[in-house]
Protein backbone atom coordinates (compact mmCIF):
# COMPACT_ATOMS: atom_id res chain seq x y z
CA UNK A 1 0.00 0.00 0.00
CA UNK A 2 0.96 3.24 -1.05
CA UNK A 3 0.55 7.06 1.41
CA UNK A 4 -0.48 9.53 -0.76
CA UNK A 5 -2.96 12.46 -1.19
CA UNK A 6 -6.83 12.30 -2.46
CA UNK A 7 -7.83 15.69 -4.53
CA UNK A 8 -9.57 16.77 -1.50
CA UNK A 9 -5.70 17.29 -0.07
CA UNK A 10 -6.26 14.29 2.55
CA UNK A 11 -3.19 12.25 3.22
CA UNK A 12 -4.32 8.08 2.83
CA UNK A 13 -2.54 4.97 3.04
CA UNK A 14 -4.13 3.26 0.43
CA UNK A 15 -6.55 3.56 -2.62
CA UNK A 16 -9.34 1.72 -3.29
CA UNK A 17 -11.28 1.49 -7.28
CA UNK A 18 -14.72 -0.17 -8.17
CA UNK A 19 -14.77 -1.02 -12.11
CA UNK A 20 -18.06 -2.25 -14.09
CA UNK A 21 -19.25 -1.63 -16.98
CA UNK A 22 -21.24 1.81 -17.24
CA UNK A 23 -20.83 2.54 -13.40
CA UNK A 24 -24.09 3.41 -12.83
CA UNK A 25 -25.03 -0.36 -10.84
CA UNK A 26 -22.60 -2.20 -9.77
CA UNK A 27 -19.58 -0.33 -8.87
CA UNK A 28 -21.33 3.05 -7.34
CA UNK A 29 -23.22 0.16 -5.08
CA UNK A 30 -19.80 -1.53 -4.43
CA UNK A 31 -18.33 2.39 -3.67
CA UNK A 32 -21.43 3.33 -0.99
CA UNK A 33 -21.34 0.23 0.53
CA UNK A 34 -17.52 0.54 0.88
CA UNK A 35 -17.50 3.91 2.13
CA UNK A 36 -20.42 2.97 4.94
CA UNK A 37 -18.14 0.49 5.95
CA UNK A 38 -15.37 2.21 6.10
CA UNK A 39 -16.88 4.92 7.68
CA UNK A 40 -18.39 2.74 10.61
CA UNK A 41 -14.45 1.13 11.06
CA UNK A 42 -13.30 4.67 11.33
CA UNK A 43 -10.94 4.23 8.35
CA UNK A 44 -12.09 7.16 6.05
CA UNK A 45 -9.33 9.17 6.42
CA UNK A 46 -6.90 6.30 6.15
CA UNK A 47 -8.74 4.97 2.28
CA UNK A 48 -9.49 7.14 -0.81
CA UNK A 49 -12.16 5.67 -2.63
CA UNK A 50 -13.60 5.96 -6.07
CA UNK A 51 -15.78 4.15 -9.33
CA UNK A 52 -15.44 4.01 -12.83
CA UNK A 53 -16.71 2.08 -15.85
CA UNK A 54 -15.06 0.49 -18.58
CA UNK A 55 -17.27 2.24 -20.81
CA UNK A 56 -18.36 5.76 -21.71
CA UNK A 57 -21.80 5.58 -22.27
CA UNK A 58 -23.19 7.12 -18.80
CA UNK A 59 -20.69 9.64 -18.47
CA UNK A 60 -21.73 12.04 -15.45
CA UNK A 61 -25.10 10.51 -14.94
CA UNK A 62 -26.14 9.75 -11.59
CA UNK A 63 -26.21 6.32 -10.67
CA UNK A 64 -29.09 3.94 -11.98
CA UNK A 65 -32.57 4.70 -9.94
CA UNK A 66 -32.80 1.10 -8.62
CA UNK A 67 -29.03 1.55 -7.52
CA UNK A 68 -29.74 4.28 -5.63
CA UNK A 69 -33.13 3.44 -4.03
CA UNK A 70 -31.63 -0.10 -3.15
CA UNK A 71 -28.59 1.30 -1.63
CA UNK A 72 -31.13 4.22 0.09
CA UNK A 73 -33.15 1.01 1.89
CA UNK A 74 -29.78 0.12 4.03
CA UNK A 75 -29.26 3.97 4.67
CA UNK A 76 -26.89 4.55 2.06
CA UNK A 77 -27.41 7.79 -0.25
CA UNK A 78 -24.76 7.35 -3.23
CA UNK A 79 -27.63 9.72 -5.27
CA UNK A 80 -25.09 12.45 -5.65
CA UNK A 81 -21.71 10.08 -7.27
CA UNK A 82 -21.78 10.53 -11.31
CA UNK A 83 -20.55 8.01 -13.65
CA UNK A 84 -17.04 8.33 -15.22
CA UNK A 85 -14.85 6.32 -17.53
CA UNK A 86 -11.85 4.95 -16.34
CA UNK A 87 -8.76 6.28 -17.61
CA UNK A 88 -5.12 5.25 -18.18
CA UNK A 89 -4.36 7.25 -14.83
CA UNK A 90 -6.42 5.32 -13.06
CA UNK A 91 -4.05 2.23 -13.10
CA UNK A 92 -1.28 4.80 -11.06
CA UNK A 93 -3.35 6.47 -8.43
CA UNK A 94 -5.65 3.20 -7.35
CA UNK A 95 -3.70 0.57 -5.18
CA UNK A 96 -6.45 -1.79 -5.52
CA UNK A 97 -8.52 -1.94 -8.59
CA UNK A 98 -11.52 -4.13 -8.69
CA UNK A 99 -13.37 -5.59 -11.59
CA UNK A 100 -17.38 -6.85 -10.94
CA UNK A 101 -17.16 -9.32 -13.48
CA UNK A 102 -14.59 -11.16 -15.69
CA UNK A 103 -15.26 -9.26 -18.79
CA UNK A 104 -14.10 -5.78 -17.08
CA UNK A 105 -10.85 -7.57 -15.69
CA UNK A 106 -9.83 -8.53 -18.84
CA UNK A 107 -10.76 -5.31 -20.47
CA UNK A 108 -8.76 -3.23 -17.41
CA UNK A 109 -5.95 -5.92 -17.91
CA UNK A 110 -6.11 -5.42 -21.74
CA UNK A 111 -5.86 -1.53 -21.21
CA UNK A 112 -3.65 -1.37 -17.99
CA UNK A 113 0.21 -1.51 -18.61
CA UNK A 114 1.95 -4.76 -17.70
CA UNK A 115 3.86 -3.28 -14.48
CA UNK A 116 -0.15 -2.50 -12.91
CA UNK A 117 -1.73 -5.88 -13.65
CA UNK A 118 -1.06 -6.60 -10.01
CA UNK A 119 -3.50 -3.90 -8.62
CA UNK A 120 -6.57 -5.43 -10.99
CA UNK A 121 -8.81 -8.26 -9.15
CA UNK A 122 -12.21 -9.84 -9.49
CA UNK A 123 -14.02 -8.72 -6.60
CA UNK A 124 -15.30 -11.46 -5.35
CA UNK A 125 -12.23 -13.38 -5.66
CA UNK A 126 -10.39 -11.15 -3.73
CA UNK A 127 -12.67 -10.30 -0.91
CA UNK A 128 -14.10 -14.12 -0.42
CA UNK A 129 -12.35 -16.67 -2.57
CA UNK A 130 -15.11 -17.39 -5.34
CA UNK A 131 -14.10 -16.81 -8.53
CA UNK A 132 -18.23 -15.72 -9.44
CA UNK A 133 -19.11 -12.53 -10.84
CA UNK A 134 -20.86 -9.82 -9.78
CA UNK A 135 -23.89 -10.01 -12.06
CA UNK A 136 -25.24 -6.70 -13.91
CA UNK A 137 -28.28 -6.18 -12.84
CA UNK A 138 -29.40 -3.70 -15.56
CA UNK A 139 -31.74 -5.30 -17.66
CA UNK A 140 -33.70 -7.53 -14.66
CA UNK A 141 -35.93 -6.35 -11.88
CA UNK A 142 -35.41 -4.82 -8.57
CA UNK A 143 -34.44 -8.04 -6.83
CA UNK A 144 -31.24 -8.33 -9.23
CA UNK A 145 -30.34 -5.36 -7.47
CA UNK A 146 -31.03 -6.86 -4.09
CA UNK A 147 -28.81 -9.62 -4.90
CA UNK A 148 -26.16 -7.29 -6.27
CA UNK A 149 -26.40 -5.23 -2.83
CA UNK A 150 -25.90 -8.32 -0.72
CA UNK A 151 -22.74 -9.74 -2.54
CA UNK A 152 -21.18 -6.45 -2.67
CA UNK A 153 -21.85 -5.91 1.20
CA UNK A 154 -20.35 -9.20 2.00
CA UNK A 155 -17.15 -8.73 -0.07
CA UNK A 156 -17.30 -5.56 1.40
CA UNK A 157 -16.97 -5.91 4.98
CA UNK A 158 -14.35 -8.74 4.58
CA UNK A 159 -12.18 -6.30 2.24
CA UNK A 160 -13.25 -3.51 5.11
CA UNK A 161 -11.76 -6.18 8.32
CA UNK A 162 -8.73 -7.18 6.25
CA UNK A 163 -7.66 -3.35 5.31
CA UNK A 164 -8.43 -2.35 8.56
CA UNK A 165 -6.08 -5.11 9.80
CA UNK A 166 -3.22 -4.09 7.74
CA UNK A 167 -3.31 -0.32 8.14
CA UNK A 168 -3.64 -0.77 12.24
CA UNK A 169 -0.44 -2.91 12.15
CA UNK A 170 2.47 -0.64 13.41
CA UNK A 171 4.96 -0.02 10.25
CA UNK A 172 8.68 -0.85 10.64
Known amino acids: MTSSVSGDGEKTVTSVLFVCMGNICRSPLAEGIFREGLAQARLSELVAVDSAGTGNWHQGDAPDPRSVETAARYGIDISGQRARQLTPEDFDRFDLIFAMDRSNEATMRARAPSSRHD ?54
Do not use: K, N
Not at 146 to 151: G, S, T
Open 119 to 172: RIFLFLEHTLGSRADIPDPYYGGGDGFEDVYQLLREGCSELVSRLGRELRQPSG
